[in-house]
């Protein structure tokens, strides 16, 4: 495989992985996990709208940016003991962990 190409996906295959052990969580979540997969479910979806062609510091604030809006504007009222925004905010820490990481590296 061609390095640089890997290098331009790298980051998001990192986000992909991150959602997926997010999605995992949420599956194993003692409270309300129907609830836990509907928000990771939102922030699946604010993923997959994000320009994948973007350069990777632009993609991860994009995503940034439409996740905070995503757990500001998220509110599933059917949990019995979570609305499971904080599931969002949890990626979203991560998604932020892994910008801070690459400016560093810059």
Do not use: W
Not at 37 to 58: C, F, K
């Amino acid at each position: 495989p061609n390095p640089c190409i890997q290098e331009l996906t790298s980051i998001k295959e990192q986000v992909k992985d991150l959602l997926h052990q997010h999605h995992k969580k949420a599956l194993n979540s003692p409270y309300d996990h129907k609830i836990s997969i509907e928000a990771m479910g939102a922030a699946q979806s604010t993923v997959e709208r994000v320009d994948v062609t973007l350069p990777d510091t632009a993609y991860l604030t994009q995503l940034e940016e439409d996740l905070i809006h995503c757990r500001d504007t998220y509110n599933n009222t059917r949990g019995e003991y979570t609305s499971s925004k904080g599931e969002i905010g949890s990626f979203l820490c991560d998604i932020q962990e892994l910008r801070m990481a690459l400016d560093d590296e810059m």
